[in-house]
Nanobody, 120 residues
Framework: QVQLVESGGGSVQVGGSLRLSCAAS????????VGWFRQAPGKQRELVAI???????DYSDSVKGRFTISRDNAKNTAYLQMNSLKPEDTAVYYC??????????????WGKGTLVTVSS
């Protein structure tokens, strides 16, 4: 049974940093891509970052230069380092694991999410 558990969310002030983790079990993590998505209140879920099994990364324009996605296959865990946080980054953050195509499209396995709140 595939299980994804996100952690690391919390409340921070503008300009602060957080590091989210996505721990996977029940899946061969190393051969899969990981996408980080977020969903703000009243908005659709959006992809913010993706890392392929080979380590290639891509980011949405809204987080480029501030967020960094990485992975540690030995720990079956992916990370999202978030710096220079803004109020508009407030959302529930989810990871999605699957093929590159599935992870980018949110068609892989989902975790339950972790809440990030950025206050001014």
């Amino acid at each position: 049974q595939v299980q994804l558990v996100e952690s690391g969310g919390g409340s921070v002030q503008v300009g602060g940093s957080l590091r989210l983790s996505c721990a996977a079990s029940g899946i061969i993590f190393s051969i899969n891509a990981v996408g980080w998505f977020r969903q703000a209140p009243g908005k659709q879920r959006e992809l913010v970052a993706i890392i392929t099994r080979g380590g290639s990364t891509d980011y949405s324009d809204s987080v480029k230069g501030r967020f960094t996605i990485s992975r540690d296959n030995a720990k079956n865990t992916a990370y999202l380092q978030m710096n220079s946080l803004k109020p508009e980054d407030t959302a529930v953050y989810y990871c999605n694991v699957g093929t590159t195509r599935d992870a980018r499209g949110g068609m892989g396995y989902w975790g339950k999410g972790t809440l990030v709140t950025v206050s001014s």
